[in-house]
């Protein structure tokens, strides 16, 4: 298959078009944004951690049957995916109070939620992402009434799953952010799991410790967030004990770029 011209640059991935008008190709960049873009840095490797690590994720909840975009890595950094037309809403999961959710509502940090708390906030990066009502998707269509209550199902399935998976090899999964998308296949229309899902889009705390092994590395100034992937990837079983997909990664490209 054949990688065409940029299609779209995001804050962490570009989509390419290919020969096959109903596949593009997602590349993960190693940018890391935070606060509406007012924070921005490059943490290499961290691009090729995520790829593994939602490919990992997105392969596991195709086998308990929740479609999604994925449809294969094709190397360390890029996977072809299902070309859809993304709804403009980031669904925010929440089993435990931390980030946003605190600071709106002043419920105290690491409260456990009696049950998953679903947010809704509009993709739009000039208005802040902002929260928004079940309502208003339906006011603006951004999706029906019917896809919204799928969409609602398959969230609550891929939290129980996700829950259960990290939890299996030591890790909280506090909140998340998923995306979905319109798939048009055989004259229909239907919504499938899109995006990423990675310690990029979700709070991961260690079970014991509540050591962050996510994104807030970045955001709170903690550091060592390769360190923190790495070990996600390597508890989930994507990377092995002794290897160190990252360093090799970095290793590799600062040779290229001396070499330049
Ligand atoms: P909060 O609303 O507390 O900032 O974020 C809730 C959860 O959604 C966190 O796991 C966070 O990583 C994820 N999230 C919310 N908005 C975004 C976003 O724009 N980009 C990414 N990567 N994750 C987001």
Known sequence: ?????????????????????????????DDATAFNNLKKSTIQGKGVLNNRISEHILTNLTQIGIKNHLVKRLNMREQIIKLVEIIPIEFIVRNVATGSLTKRLGIEEGTVLKHPLLEYCLKDDKLGDPLIAEEHILAFDWATKLELEKVKKMILRINDFMIGMFGAVGIKLIDFKLEFGKLKENGKTEVILADEISPDTCRLWDSITDKRLDKDRFRKDLGDLIPAYTEVAKRLGILHEHSNLSSVNVTKLRSIKKKK
Do not use: C, H, P, R
């Open 1 to 29: 298959m054949k990688k065409g011209k940029k299609l779209y640059e995001g804050k962490a991935k570009i989509i390419y078009a290919t020969s096959d008008k109903s596949l593009v190709i997602q590349y993960f960049k």
